[in-house]
């Protein structure tokens, strides 16, 4: 079983490794100290490499990502489009649509995240595009936002059960939406 760093500050599990972005952390890393990053509290510090073996792919993530399926609608300048929300984090989405957009076009997004609620209201910045989806970056930290706050961290200690939304067969709907791969 694979061991889990736990944050020194919160005592939670939800801990990334991340890149060495000082020299202090450059030169920890020759001693097998890296740096890691709590999604929690969102504290950096160095800590033991926890494996010996094959290094992990580097995750550049300063955020977990949350399997979701929401509907979204998004409109910026003369373009305006739907699709549904692949995954979530405090920094941003996936989102898999039809819709042409640019890379650092901006975005105003509905976030649909309760039927029978307002959708959630973000502005974002578009980093890529690729068959996987259209990857935009929010302009402001989620953390300010208080209902998307209150969902990812809902979501966040029970990802089994958004998973199991994430890979249902989707409906004759969302099939209209499918990018090809």
């Known amino acids: 079983m ?24 450059l030169a920890a890393a020759l001693i097998w100290i890296v740096p890691y990053h709590c999604v929690h ?19 550049r993530r300063e955020h977990l990502r949350i399997p979701v399926r929401l509907c979204l609608s998004f409109s910026g300048g003369k373009v305006r489009g739907e699709g549904i929300v692949m995954d979530l984090s405090l920094g941003g989405c ?8 640019h890379v650092d076009d901006i975005f105003y997004l509905e976030i649909v995240i309760a039927e029978d609620e307002l959708p959630v209201e973000v502005a974002a910045m578009v980093r890529s595009v690729s068959a996987r989806g ?19 961290q809902s979501h966040s200690g029970s990802t089994s059960s958004v998973l199991s939304k994430a890979v249902e067969s989707p409906s004759p709907a969302d099939q209209d939406l499918q990018l090809p791969v």
């Open 134 to 152: 259209i990857a935009f970056k929010f302009l402001r930290k989620a953390q300010e936002n208080k209902r998307l706050l209150a969902f990812i």
């Open 2 to 25: 694979k061991r889990q760093m736990i944050c020194p500050r919160c005592r939670k599990d939800g801990v990334l490794r991340v890149w060495p972005q000082s020299p202090r952390e």
């Open 94 to 101: 996936i989102v898999k649509s039809e819709t042409h957009v």
């Open 41 to 59: 509290c969102d504290h950096r510090f160095l800590g033991r490499r926890l494996s010996t073996g094959r290094l992990p792919t580097m995750d």
